[in-house]
């Protein structure tokens, strides 16, 4: 598994609070940070990494 996937998803799961109502939020959220520096804000509609953010996805509902 890709150390970088692995870390991304159990930072969304730890600020998701195990919530699965919550990942994929969470989940873009944390991309979006790993991608531009920072969370995203309300409106923020920059480009992320949909494969990344797919394979964050995809491992975190699989750690929980």
Not at 33 to 62: C, F, N, Q, S, W
Request: negative net charge.
């Amino acid at each position: 598994m890709d150390p970088l996937v692995q870390k991304l998803s159990k930072k969304a799961i730890d600020f998701s609070g195990k919530s699965k109502k919550e990942l994929e939020r969470t989940c873009w959220m944390i991309v979006h940070e790993h991608k531009h520096g920072v969370m995203p804000t309300e409106y923020d509609i920059r480009e992320i990494d949909e494969e990344l953010y797919l394979e964050v996805l995809r491992i975190a509902k699989e750690m929980i």
